[in-house]
């Protein structure tokens, strides 16, 4: 049984900003980067574990896979059968900050 997918605001935020600046260069890769996206967390979704680990931080352990070049964070709970999104960064760009 799939994942229910929960987006933070961050997360939702993130989202936002990168199809508005894809979508002023050329609508069409808007699309197909929301649609990347989409499709790695449907994957994800089924198979959360088939996904790179970052170093664990005081709330757990993050994960992180590709969707095209944006690189999705985020993080499992079996016990509520939940993905939570927590960040999406291009890869280009720094890591997110998770210290406490």
């Given amino acids: 049984m799939p994942l229910e997918v929960h987006w933070s605001r961050l997360a939702r935020r993130d989202l936002v900003r990168i199809l508005e600046y894809c979508g002023q260069r050329d609508p069409d890769w808007a699309i ?16 959360p574990y088939l ?17 095209g070049d944006y690189r999705i964070v985020f993080s499992v709970n079996e016990d509520e059968q939940r993905l939570y999104v927590i960040s999406l960064r291009h890869v280009r760009q720094a890591d997110p900050d998770f210290s406490e």
């Fill in 51 to 67: 996904s790179d680990p970052l170093p664990p931080t005081s709330r757990g352990e993050r994960r992180e896979a590709l969707a």
């Fill in 32 to 47: 197909a980067v929301d649609e990347a996206i989409a499709t790695k967390l449907e994957f994800l979704s089924e198979f």
